[in-house]
């Protein structure tokens, strides 16, 4: 035993055993070597991956199969993080990416629908209040990237929103279409948004088609019908309004105001004596009279017809009159009583929905 134990000390000899040292953080791409001092162990290059460093205890794997066994954790914890990364961008497969864009940079499109007078509205007006009221639209208006531009869009549709925050001074939120968009898909995007919205007048909308037509966008009108999803018919209609002279169109107090019968009627007088019609319309011109005035003047029919009076209600309850002269001119009366008794609120929309009734029989 003595013997053994004496071979032992003889060959154990001058060794010892290093104390363990803090081990340097390693790099964000490195797995260290081994340490080569300890006895057995020969010295072996740094190994290089794209990998962040494996999360650890305080005390480094000493041995070759530890640092294995950390390295296979940390790509564990990796392919993890990157299905999670999936799932989440499979969430949004075939969104359109929405942004704040400064309104300067985006131009209207050249099929761009809005009249200059349908920003002097009180609808625009409440328009505008409602979005500088929210600090911005809240719907997105759609832009498509100008090819060889960039940083710089063209608006597909939301021309109102759009012009609200240019006047506000402030961003607005946009939706990028980043696919191909040809221009007769923006020209179908536009109408097919300004048709679920309901807020485009029948001027506008024939103003629309005939632009696409006298470009060319279009070869015919039944084409262009099945491209927007309308009866030929209807195109029909839209194009007669776009079609009256201009002597006609500024008879009116706003072009808005001329709907599809208007349209038919003059149409139908122009075709059959267009000089009585236009020298009816010097007279007209700047009477500011209610639509139906000045179709029934330039029509050359008695304009000497009675009153049309509607009445102000509120919950089924008549709560005054409203009165429309032959020459325009509209007049609002409250009944005793309606003021103090209704909210504010209630009162104005009464009003505002028989104005509307008046607006749409004019």
């Not at 506008?204 to 927007?228: C, H, I, N, S, W």
């Not at 019968?261 to 000089?275: G, I, S, T």
């Amino acid at each position: 035993m003595a013997s053994t134990r004496k071979r032992l000390e003889a060959l154990t000899a001058g060794l010892s055993i290093p104390e363990p040292t803090p081990a340097a953080a390693p790099t964000a791409h490195a797995i260290v070597a081994p340490p080569a001092s300890l006895p057995g162990v020969a010295a072996a290059h740094a190994v290089e991956t794209r990998f962040p460093p494996a999360q650890t205890s305080s005390l480094a794997p000493r041995t070759g199969p530890g640092q294995m066994l950390a390295f296979r954790g940390q790509m564990q914890a990796v392919e993890g993080e990157l299905a999670a990364l999936r799932d989440r961008l499979r969430q949004h497969d075939g969104s359109t990416p929405t942004r704040k864009l400064d309104p300067a940079i985006i131009r209207a499109s050249r099929w761009a629908n809005r009249h200059s007078t349908s920003f002097e509205t009180a609808e625009f007006a409440g328009l505008k209040a409602d979005i500088e009221q929210a600090g911005g639209n809240v719907q997105p208006i759609l832009v498509r990237p100008v090819a060889g531009e960039p940083g710089q869009y063209e608006l597909v549709f939301g021309h109102r929103r759009h012009r609200a925050c240019l006047d506000l001074g402030i961003p607005v939120l946009a939706a990028i279409w980043l696919d191909e968009l040809g221009d007769i898909e923006l020209f179908t995007a536009m109408d097919r948004e300004n048709r679920e919205r309901s807020d485009l007048s029948a001027y506008e909308q024939g103003v629309m088609y005939q632009r696409a037509l006298d470009e060319q966008l279009f070869p015919t009108q039944r084409q262009l019908a099945e491209k927007v999803g309308r009866s030929h018919t209807w195109v029909r209609k839209a194009l007669m309004v776009a079609q009256l002279p201009s002597a006609v169109v500024e008879c009116f107090r706003s072009p808005l105001e001329v709907q599809h019968r208007h349209a038919e009627q003059l149409n139908a007088a122009l075709d059959k004596d267009r000089r009585s019609v236009l020298k009816r319309a010097e007279k007209v011109r700047g009477l500011k009279l209610a639509p139906a005035a000045v179709v029934a003047r330039l029509l050359g029919l008695d304009v000497t017809a009675k009153p049309e009076k509607l009445a102000i209600q509120s919950d089924g309850k008549t709560v005054g009159a409203c009165v429309r002269a032959a020459d325009g001119t509209v007049t609002l009366t409250l009944l005793p009583g309606a003021v103090s008794e209704l909210a504010s609120d209630a009162l104005l929309k009464s009003m505002a929905e028989t104005l509307q009734k008046v607006r749409l029989l004019g």
